[in-house]
């Protein structure tokens, strides 16, 4: 156990300085009923501070003691005291001597596991005048309930419009109301040059490092391949995480269309129209352009079999990719569409669909386990039935999204850890630490450990709870997980410091939490695209100038084009062919077997391989 | 049978034919027994044959005797920029012949935004009056519209073609959108034609392409470092996706790489009805020599998708060719003269694309597959000729040896061995892929519409004398299954009562400039949920393991293992929410 305390305690050396990033001391005075005075000491670029309302600031105990739990790291468990102050674990270890009138909770026979991040929610999400119904106070009080102490939210900006002032919106909203630490991803609905300087402020002003793109939702957030390319070389460069929602829309519209034709208007239409090969398409092509520009992947929503199918071979092929199966897809199925009652139909709906083949959440759970899946999020994006009902004449207009916020980290434990499935900590990782080390987060969040975060949860293995619209924290009348019975949940949830959940009852505080800047070049993502992109250096074959007849050509014969394709930059450099003598070599990044293998040797080659320089004669 | 076309065949030199001591293979068995030919059909097969006086023999002495080769897949005397691929439909056929292939299948490709009809009438006025073998025509489609559509119905229910061509690539100019494909695929689907696809992403190709150039890579070289293989791959999965979702039988043309192939045969495992048509050039040569220093040489291997520089994978492709993953076998014969090929000497992105390999392709097969014991003799003629046939729907008119069956057939040498050369071949290129490599097995004998064309390694043709063979629609081979699952793949909507609660105020125009997430042409606003109250099954076609499973939305399948509060039927009206 002291080798573990050493252990961490050289981590807290390493990276104690981001707990000054934050740009707020609290005073040293202590007691849960003081005044806090904060004040700005810095303002770090990614840390940015602002002052809140004292008002907000009920600090329950700001030194808190957990004694006699088992914990739960996504490496290992052990048992230990955990020592916390200022929102830091201070201590970790046996016997620690710490202050007195310290608040102890005891965890004996419990674990003690990193708070959940929720990497994937949209609290607040606008869509066609209206607002889905949790926002930032509900949504995020809705994952404190269950284990979740950090949400990324999706910043979707109206296409055309300014990423920034878009994400200013977004942190607007959620500064005022969010109950725990949050970060935003911001979604590229639209592209053109211009964004790319946006989405560099973005990285490197505001602590963004991850952008999505749309491959579905045609004429409003769909972007074409070329422009996937173009975003996807920016989002490289800028060392962020390019996440993709991976829908074919071009497909998904003639299928609308189709099923609609055929007089089907009910919510069945929407898991029609949206099979899931079109999914797992787009998927297989976003891999093959992110592989093109040697550029990390991330794909949202994993709904179907296929898809996952699809994200498993590339890992085996070496792309750096992940994917994130959400609650919805690893706790129900897209039966429910053909239920008789509309509004419950209704509530399922969510892109891309729930699959109707009913062993997709357990293929995905397994998937999930073996590592060919890495995160968790919920895609928490609630509407009411009077919105949904928007939508009662044509199931294009439903607007999409289903909860899961809340039961994400009690689903995933009942599903994988209580069947055996995975561990404890591969529950850690799968929940917590694989996130924070994606979005480079780690390991100030997603893990135990001395100069962490004081964002933790007392888990209770044994306790079981039947999810239900009646108790659950959302605005929503519909819980598409209704009546599921699901083993393990939080006993005591702790969020910045401070008891948020203790005996069932819930004492959160709007506004508390904080932005959480994140830096580019996540190491857990970026080191091997490094690597890569050192190898994948392309050298032209220097050759004599080809100095015999040359075939006229007419100049626009086909139609207007005169090539086989558009070309930006002729390159009309003329002596280029000549230069670079010294070296010849090629080489491919990623496909490194091949490098080195020479020709097959059972085919006699007459002609000599290098052949001559000049090549007027023809042999 | 009903397939005697023969009405336009200007002279036989001997239209008597008696092969005798052969041992005759078909694709699905082998035997030894004379074949008979008369008026270029086969009227006998069997032992000790009654035939008239004055037949001449011909000795097989236990040789093997093969359908003719169908080559699916040519480019005779393609236009490009105003210049000509060199080999003709003259010398094309005459190097098809000359490797033991007695039927091509060239392709038409119309300027976009000309007419189908026009051009496929032209390809086939040069086809007639040169064409020494018989022949059928694919069509590109290389633009997409209402009179396309029309001229598309034309040409299969009246010209006699059944397979029509699309670009996944060539952006700008031949390559069209995801939408188009589906229209495109639905329609042929209707219609009992194959779409063909030349698979490959262009908008990805045109921006590498882009930063090669910037990069100061102009030579061959760029060409494949351009396109990689994932391209390529990745538009055959597309494809294949699209296909499945129209219910469309799929034909992938030039399968260049070992991931195209793998998604291929996935997709069949899966149960899609995908066929892959490999090439001479990949299953014979690999793409390592557009590193060649010799620049003619280099462009002389251009062609789309690139041969693969992955040495491994001309094997990879003739065992997935063995195994029946890949199905049929084509040449893309394009031949462009250096000269012409120079059109790109200082941008790789000019170099007109296109090899040889119909004149190679029987040999390069039977050495690469048969010789190493990847395939026996019948796959062989399965993959060189009956598949085609099948595909083509001429089965079993072409593509096999049987009575009624146009006498095409090759006696066939296992031992011969030929070292292939530019100076020895019959194709006007100045340059062949396949330069030096030696085949062993080649045809000794070669019998196109009833005539000896090729004997003692002396080639007898006749410009003009090949016909255009029509193709119908709806192939069995590829349209059975198809029609089948339609008849499975029956949607209806879940009957349920009106919606009467409150709903939401909404902007329609808020988020963009569509109203929703889709672009719709008809809103149909008719209120069906209340009818078909008799019946509310539903089932996916092509997915038989989901066949059945969620037929009864009134009972979701749900896991064991979960108790269920609310009943899972609802109520009819659902204005009270639980």
């Given at each position: 156990m ?12 390493k990276w104690?300085?981001?707990?000054d990033?934050m ?10 009923e003081?005044?806090?005075?904060w ?24 030194r808190l ?25 201070k ?17 004996h ?37 269950g ?10 900006p109206?296409p ?12 607007d909203w ?5 109950c725990?630490?949050?970060s935003?991803?911001?979604?590229v609905?639209?592209w ?7 989405m ?7 602590g963004?490092?991850?952008?999505l ?6 004429d ?7 422009q996937i ?30 099923i ?11 898991v029609l ?8 398409e787009?998927v ?7 592989n093109?520009?040697?550029c ?8 179907s ?19 994130e199966p959400i609650s ?8 429910h ?11 399922y709906i ?9 062993t ?12 060919d899946?890495?995160?968790?999020g919920s ?6 039935t ?19 916020t ?6 995933v434990w009942?599903k ?6 995975m ?8 929940t ?13 969040k997603?893990?135990i450990?001395?100069?962490?975060d004081?964002d ?9 709870k039947?999810?239900?619209?009646k ?6 009348e ?5 009546g599921?019975?699901?083993?393990g ?8 410091g401070?008891i948020?959940?203790e005996?069932?009852n ?9 932005y ?13 695209i490094?690597?890569?992109?050192r ?7 220097p ?12 100049v ?6 005169p ?26 990044s990623?496909?490194?077997?091949d490098?080195?293998v ?10 000599p391989?290098g052949?001559r320089?000049?090549i007027?004669?023809?042999? | 049978?009903s ?6 065949i ?26 008979y ?7 006998q ?20 005797v093969?359908?003719?080769g ?7 005397q ?21 490797g033991g ?7 038409v490709?119309?300027d976009?935004?000309?007419?189908l ?15 020494c073998c018989?022949?059928s ?10 009179s ?16 029509f ?10 390559q ?25 992403n ?10 090669m150039l ?15 293989e994932?391209?390529?791959?990745e538009a055959?999965?597309?494809a294949?996706t ?17 991931s ?9 495992k ?20 557009y590193?060649?220093?010799?620049w003619a040489?280099a ?10 520089p ?23 014969h394009?031949?462009?003269?250096v000269?012409?090929?120079a059109?790109?000497?200082?941008d790789f ?10 004149e ?17 003799e019948n ?8 598949n085609?046939?099948?595909?083509l ?16 057939l ?6 011969a ?10 194709s006007a ?6 330069e ?6 080649g ?10 064309v090729?004997?003692d390694?002396n080639?007898?043709?006749t ?13 069995d ?12 793949a ?9 919606y009467d ?8 125009m ?9 672009a ?11 009818r078909n ?8 076609a ?22 269920i ?6 109520r009819?009206?659902?204005t009270?929410?639980s």
């Open positions: 002291e080798a573990a305390v050493d252990g961490t305690k050289a981590e807290h050396l104690a300085p981001l707990a990033d740009g707020v001391v609290p005073p040293e005075d202590e007691g849960s003081a005044e806090w005075k004040m700005i000491v810095q303002t770090a670029p990614y840390m940015e501070a602002r002052p809140r309302p004292p008002w907000k600031l009920q600090w329950q105990s700001d003691l957990i004694k006699g739990g088992k914990i739960v790291n996504d490496d290992q468990s052990f048992y230990a005291d955990i020592y916390m102050e200022d929102s830091l674990i201590q970790i270890g046996e016997n620690l001597i710490v202050p007195g009138g310290v608040k102890i909770i005891d965890a026979g419990r674990m003690v596991i990193p708070g959940g991040i929720d990497v994937h929610t949209r609290f607040q999400m606008p869509d066609r005048g209206m607002t889905a119904v949790d926002d930032f106070y509900q949504g995020t009080r809705a994952a404190l309930a284990g979740t102490t950090m949400i990324i939210d999706h910043v979707v109206e055309g419009g300014s990423l920034i002032s878009a994400f200013e919106q977004w942190r959620a500064d005022s109301k969010a725990c630490d949050y935003l991803h911001v979604d609905t639209s053109h040059k211009g964004l790319q300087e946006e560099e402020t973005l990285v490197k002003d505001h963004v490092n991850s952008f793109v749309y491959l579905a939702y045609k409003i957030f769909q972007l074409s391949d070329s390319y173009e975003v996807f070389s920016v989002i490289r460069d800028l060392g962020a995480i390019a996440q993709v929602h991976a829908e074919n829309g071009d497909i998904v519209a003639e299928e609308q269309r189709r609609l034709e055929l007089g089907i208007t009910g919510p069945e239409g929407h129209s949206r099979p899931e090969e079109v999914e797992a787009a297989n092509r976003s891999v093959t352009i992110a093109q520009t040697n990390p992947l991330y794909i949202t929503k994993v709904m079999k296929s898809a996952a199918d699809v994200i498993a071979l590339a890992r085996k092929k070496g792309t750096v990719v992940f994917g919805a897809s690893l706790g129900t199925d897209g039966s569409y053909w239920s008789k009652n509309w509004a419950k139909a209704a509530a969510t892109s891309p669909p729930l699959s109707p083949d009913p997709t959440p357990d293929y995905l759970n397994s998937l999930l386990s073996c590592g899946l890495q995160v968790t895609a928490h994006c609630t509407f009411n009077a919105q949904r009902a928007v939508g009662k004449d044509d199931f294009t207009l439903i607007p999409e999204g289903t909860n899961g809340e039961e994400r980290m009690s689903l009942d994988c850890v209580v069947t055996g499935k561990d404890e900590n591969q529950f850690v990782a799968a917590s630490t694989n996130a924070a080390k994606i979005f480079n987060l780690y390991p100030r997603g893990r450990a001395v100069g962490s004081a933790l949860i007392i888990w209770d293995p044994d306790v079981t039947i999810i239900s619209a108790t659950h924290n959302l605005a929503v519909y819980n598409i997980f209704e599921t019975e699901v083993r949940i939080p006993l005591v949830v702790i969020s910045q401070k948020v959940l005996e069932g819930l004492h959160t505080t709007e506004g508390s939490g904080r959480i800047g994140r830096k580019p070049f996540s190491d857990y993502v970026y080191k091997r490094k690597a890569r992109s190898l994948a250096e392309l050298r032209g074959v050759r004599g100038l080809y100095d015999g007849p040359v075939c006229e050509v007419s626009t014969p086909k139609t207007v084009t090539a086989s394709s558009t070309k930006t930059s002729p390159a009309k450099q003329p002596a280029q062919p000549v230069r670079n003598l010294h070296q010849s070599g090629f080489s491919l990623g496909a490194q077997i490098d080195n020479p020709r097959r040797n059972t085919q006699r080659i007459v002609a391989p052949g320089a000049n007027t004669s023809l042999g | 049978m397939y005697q076309g023969k009405k336009n200007p002279k036989i030199t001997s239209d008597r034919l008696l092969i005798k001591g052969g041992r005759i293979v078909n694709d699905d068995q082998s035997f030894y027994a004379d074949i030919m008369e008026d270029g059909l086969i009227k097969l069997g032992d000790n044959l009654i035939v008239p006086g004055g037949v001449k023999t011909i000795e097989a002495n236990g040789k093997m093969i359908p003719g169908i080559d699916i897949h040519t480019h005779f393609m236009p490009y920029r105003g210049t000509t691929t060199v080999d003709d439909f003259s010398q094309g056929s005459k190097a098809a012949l000359a292939t007695t039927m091509i299948v060239d392709h490709i119309p976009p935004g000309s007419s009809i026009e051009a496929f009438e032209q390809w086939k006025q040069w086809a007639d009056e040169k064409a018989d022949y025509l694919h069509v590109d489609i290389t633009h997409w519209n209402d396309v559509k029309q001229e598309v119905e034309t040409l299969l229910k009246e010209k006699g073609v059944n397979s061509q699309v670009y996944m690539a060539y952006k700008d100019l031949y069209m959108s995801n939408s188009e494909l589906y229209e495109v695929f639905s329609f042929l689907g209707e219609m009992g034609g194959v779409v063909q696809v030349h698979a490959e262009g908008e990805i190709i045109a921006e590498e392409q882009a930063r910037q990069m100061g890579i102009t030579g061959p070289e760029g060409h494949v470092l351009s396109r990689p994932e391209l390529e791959a055959v999965f597309r294949i699209i296909a499945s979702q129209t219910s469309c039988p799929l034909y992938v043309t030039k399968v260049m790489s070992k195209a192939a793998d998604i291929i045969s996935q997709a069949r899966k149960g899609n009805v995908v066929f892959g048509e490999p090439i001479s050039a990949s299953l014979g040569t690999d793409g390592t020599h590193w060649s220093k010799n040489k462009a002389s291997f251009v062609t789309s998708p690139p041969l693969s992955d040495p491994t994978t001309p094997d990879y492709l003739n065992t997935l060719l063995a195994s029946g993953d890949l199905t049929v076998t084509g040449s893309a394009c031949t462009f003269s000269a012409q090929k059109i790109g000497k200082d992105t000019q170099i007109p694309e296109g090899i040889n390999g119909v190679e392709r029987m040999a390069l097969i039977w050495d690469k597959a048969v010789v190493t014991g990847k395939m026996d796959t062989f003629v399965a993959v060189t000729s009956t085609a046939a099948k595909i729907n001429l089965y079993p008119r072409k593509g096999r040896i049987a009575v009624g069956s146009d006498s095409d090759v006696i066939w040498d296992a031992d061995v030929r070292t292939i050369t530019a100076k020895t071949h019959n290129a100045e340059y062949n892929v396949f030096g490599m030696e085949f062993r097995g045809p000794l004998v070669v019998i196109c519409q009833g005539k000896i090729l004997e390694g080639l007898h043709v410009s003009g004398t090949g016909r255009f063979i029509p193709c119908s629609p709806f192939p081979f590829a349209y059975k299954r198809i029609k089948a699952r339609k008849q499975l029956v949607l209806r909507p879940v009957p349920r009562g009106m609660g409150p709903v939401s105020e909404f902007s329609p808020s988020r963009g400039g569509t109203p929703s997430a889709s719709r042409t008809s809103p149909t606003k008719q209120t069906p949920p209340v109250l008799h019946h509310s099954g539903f089932s996916l092509g997915n038989p393991a989901q066949r059945g499973a969620p037929t009864t939305e009134e009972t979701p399948i749900r896991p064991a293992g979960r108790r509060v609310v009943p899972p039927g609802g009819s009206n659902i009270s929410l």
